[in-house]
T-cell receptor
Framework: RKEVEQDPGPFNVPEGATVAFNCTYSNSASQSFFWYRQDCRKEPKLLMSVYSSGNEDGRFTAQLNRASQYISLLIRDSKLSDSATYLCVVNRVDSSYKLIFGSGTRLLVRP | NAGVTQTPKFRVLKTGQSMTLLCAQDMNHEYMYWYRQDPGMGLRLIHYSVGEGTTAKGEVPDGYNVSRLKKQNFLLGLESAAPSQTSVYFC????????????????FGPGTRLLVL
């Protein structure tokens, strides 16, 4: 089993739609959680950190469920520019500065 | 600030050739990392460094060597390239940890696409 698992997609949604991605992680002791965004042929960039209480940044909402060991990302009012691959990332328990990356969920927003 | 830069952007090698990928960061970050990204797989850590003069192995270190002689630079070397090393290589950096259990954000360079024939 992979340490971080994501549905690869693609999720194909119309502009204005709400879309949600889930990610599961295997080690219950993980402490830090992130969503990164990666555009085609570009580097990953931090979208948002994920806090225990959940957090929101504009149209983006991240949630953490420690009991079920999953992280979610909700995107409201999708824009064409949201088309990208979204990477779920957690820290390695044995060393907090090392991160484990999921293989990503691809989102396509169509006009 | 340029952030994290990588050279070259693209390279084609023949099996058995050697090369060095250069990563530079101007954010005064302590930690630096080299990853590879292959289709359908997440980024995998090759080597990392927690400070000038120190390096350590990641998940997939075989066939690679690294050096961090200056804080701002992290070099990745392939001594004898193999087709299995065809990949996109990303360098990243982050600040020193403030807490042993909380990870800081990693900032990535634009990547180097390597094709080994």
């Amino acid at each position: 089993r992979k340490e971080v698992e994501q549905d690869p997609g693609p999720f194909n949604v119309p502009e204005g739609a709400t879309v949600a991605f889930n990610c599961t992680y295997s080690n219950s002791a993980s402490q830090s959680f992130f969503w990164y965004r990666q555009d085609c042929r570009k580097e990953p960039k931090l979208l948002m950190s994920v806090y225990s209480s959940g957090n929101e940044d504009g149209r983006f909402t991240a949630q953490l469920n420690r009991a079920s060991q999953y992280i979610s990302l909700l995107i409201r009012d999708s824009k064409l520019s949201d088309s990208a691959t979204y990477l779920c990332v957690v820290n390695r328990v044995d060393s907090s500065y090392k991160l484990i990356f999921g293989s990503g969920t691809r989102l396509l927003v169509r006009p | 600030n340029a952030g994290v830069t990588q050279t070259p952007k693209f390279r084609v090698l023949k099996t058995g050739q050697s090369m060095t990928l250069l990563c530079a960061q101007d954010m005064n970050h302590e930690y630096m990392y080299w990853y590879r990204q292959d289709p359908g797989m997440g980024l995998r850590l090759i080597h990392y460094s927690v400070g000038e003069g120190t390096t350590a192995k990641g998940e997939v270190p075989d066939g690679y060597n690294v050096s961090r002689l200056k804080k701002q630079n992290f070099l990745l070397g392939l001594e004898s390239a193999a087709p299995s090393q065809t990949s996109v290589y990303f360098c990243a950096s982050s600040t020193r940890m403030g807490s042993p259990t909380f990870s800081e954000t990693q900032y990535f360079g634009p990547g180097t696409r390597l094709l080994v024939l």
